[in-house]
């Protein structure tokens, strides 16, 4: 697409190579940057070439290079299909598909620290690839409510290819 850059959120090491949790699309202003947390693996799987973490999770950042705004990214990976994707928590909630499956989202806020206390505004996403047979969480965090909901809403994902 065009104004649009492709993120490959992979992990692995040097001995089994790389495994993919899944692709994110994003406007060419935003980036991936990695966290100090390093990805957790605990199954992986191949499918007609394509590598994929069956089970793990992945903690990161997507920074925008014009105005420096940071939001934090978890990624949840787990083997099978939830029975409910529905979150247990206030705030709004919709459904827009990706990669031909639902994705269901909430979008809230919650007060985050112990001494130095501050909103936090987040949206988490909830899909099962039935594909890759496996139940992805994403969530977004954010202190600026506008670019968090600027960014979900341009945001591309891709489980599988």
């Known amino acids: ?23 994110i699309l994003l406007r060419d202003e935003w980036v ?12 992986t799987s191949t499918n007609r ?3 994929y973490v069956l089970e793990g999770l992945y903690t ?7 105005d420096n705004t940071t ?4 990624i949840s990976v787990k083997r099978g299909l939830a029975k ?12 827009k598909t990706v990669n031909g499956h639902k994705m269901i989202y909430l979008l809230g806020e919650e007060i985050k620290g112990l001494i130095r206390r501050r ?11 039935s594909e890759t047979n496996r139940h ?3 969530r977004l965090e954010s202190t600026d409510k506008q670019s968090l909901r600027d960014i979900f809403r341009d945001i591309g994902i891709i489980c599988h290819p």
């Open 1 to 23: 697409m065009e104004g649009y850059r492709e993120y490959d959120i992979l992990a692995g090491n040097i001995v089994l190579g790389n495994y993919s949790f899944l692709k």
């Open 32 to 43: 991936v940057k990695p966290s100090g947390i390093p990805p957790e693996i605990y199954y």
């Open 49 to 51: 070439g394509y590598r």
């Open 60 to 66: 990161g950042y997507l920074v925008n290079s014009i």
């Open 71 to 74: 939001l934090l990214i978890n």
């Open 84 to 95: 409910e994707t529905i979150i247990d928590k206030r705030g709004e909630y919709g459904e």
């Open 119 to 129: 909103k936090v505004y987040y949206v988490e996403a909830s899909i099962n690839c």
């Open 136 to 138: 992805i969480k994403i």
